[in-house]
């Protein structure tokens, strides 16, 4: 499947440099702190977000931490 130009034209049109420069910034945030060295980014946000969930998890199992209090902070903002 192939897509069309009026599906570019979308995805142009709303197009937002700056998240999306935040997102790469990010990206190189995890590159660095993984200790990358290959020039490859793929995989890393989704390593980020493994790492994230066993974290959690630790919180919530063995501080006794309940799971509203981990979205509380982001909730925040």
């Known amino acids: 499947m192939t897509a069309s130009s ?3 034209k979308d995805i142009f049109d709303n197009w937002r ?3 999306e420069q935040s ?3 990010f990206l190189d945030k995890l590159y660095e702190f993984y200790g990358c060295s290959d020039g490859l980014y793929t995989g890393l946000f989704q390593r980020f977000q493994a790492d994230l969930v066993d974290y959690a998890r630790h919180l919530v199992t063995t501080r006794d931490l ?3 209090e ?3 902070a982001a909730l925040e903002l």
Do not use: I, M
């Open 17 to 19: 440099v700056d998240a």
């Open 66 to 68: 309940e799971v509203a």
């Open 70 to 72: 981990l979205f509380k």
């Open 6 to 8: 009026r599906d570019y």
């Open 23 to 25: 997102k790469a910034d």
